[in-house]
C-alpha cells in the first residue's frame, strides 16, 4: 500500500463547480499535512497547510480527519485558473522527509 | 537568490555517462531535498539534508546515486553510469529546517537519458 493514496483522476468541472479531492495516509503517526499545487510542467507550489480544525482560505478548504486517515480538499466556485494538479503530502511524525501523493488532475472547463 | 536555483534546466546525456545536478537553495534554508519525478508520477523522495547532520539516504534507488552538500548551501546530485529509467525531472527543495514551514521548489532538471 502506497504512503499517500489519491484519485489520480482526471476531473472536468465546468467554470462555477465545486469540486472535492480526498487523499487518504497509511501511517497514524502522520503530523503534518499539506495540499501543493503543480501547474503543468512547473515546479509544485504550497497551497495551503491542513490543520486538524480544518482551515479555510478563500475558496479553498482543507480538513483533516485522523481517525479515518484522509484529508481532504474542497474547491468552491471553481476558476479556470484552478486547472492544475493538486498533490497531497504527508509528513510522517517519525521521518524528516514530505511524502507525496501521486496528485490529483483538475481541468476546469469554461 | 529569491528562491531555490537549478543548473541545468535540461540536460540530454548518453546511457552510461555520469551527471551533475546542482542545487542553490534560499539563504539560511538549513533543509534540502532531492525529488524526482517520472512523467505523470509523484515525487519520489532520493536525499534529505538537515543542517550538519547525516543525511537521510533513504530513497535513492541505488548505488548510482549519491549527493553531497558543501558548506550547508549548495547540493550536487550525482548519477553515475545513467540509464534510460534515470530519465525524469529532479526536483529540489529548502525549507527552513526540520520539515518545519513551506518546502520551496526550485524548476527541475529535466534529464534525459538517451
Known amino acids: ?110 | 537568490g529569491a528562491g531555490v536555483s537549478q543548473s541545468p534546466s535540461n540536460k540530454v546525456t548518453e546511457k552510461g555517462k555520469d551527471v551533475e545536478l546542482r542545487c542553490d537553495p534560499i539563504s539560511g534554508h538549513t533543509a534540502l531535498y532531492w525529488y524526482r519525478q517520472s512523467l505523470g508520477q509523484g515525487l519520489e523522495f532520493l536525499i534529505y539534508f538537515q543542517g550538519n547532520s547525516a543525511p537521510d539516504k533513504s530513497g535513492l534507488p541505488s548505488d548510482r546515486f549519491s549527493a553531497e552538500r558543501t558548506g550547508g548551501s549548495v547540493s550536487t546530485l550525482t548519477i553515475q553510469r545513467t540509464q534510460q529509467e534515470d530519465s525524469a525531472v529532479y526536483l529540489c527543495a529548502s525549507s527552513l529546517g526540520l520539515g518545519q514551514g513551506e518546502a520551496f521548489f526550485g524548476q527541475g532538471t529535466r534529464l534525459t537519458v538517451v
Not at chain 1, 503517526?29 to 495551503?48: T, V
Not at chain 1, 521521518?95 to 490529483?104: D, E, H, K, V, W
Open chain 1, 1 to 110: 500500500r502506497k504512503e499517500v493514496e489519491q484519485d489520480p483522476g482526471p476531473f472536468n468541472v465546468p467554470e462555477g463547480a465545486t469540486v472535492a479531492f480526498n487523499c487518504t495516509y497509511s501511517n497514524s503517526a502522520s503530523q503534518s499535512f499539506f495540499w501543493y499545487r503543480q501547474d503543468c510542467r512547473k515546479e509544485p507550489k504550497l497551497l495551503m497547510s491542513v490543520y486538524s480544525s480544518g482551515n479555510e482560505d478563500g475558496r479553498f478548504t482543507a480538513q483533516l480527519n485522523r481517525a479515518s486517515q484522509y484529508i481532504s480538499l474542497l474547491i468552491r466556485d471553481s476558476k479556470l485558473s484552478d486547472s492544475a494538479t493538486y498533490l497531497c503530502v504527508v509528513k510522517p511524525g517519525s521521518a524528516r522527509q514530505l511524502t507525496f501523493g501521486s496528485g490529483t488532475q483538475l481541468t476546469v472547463l469554461p
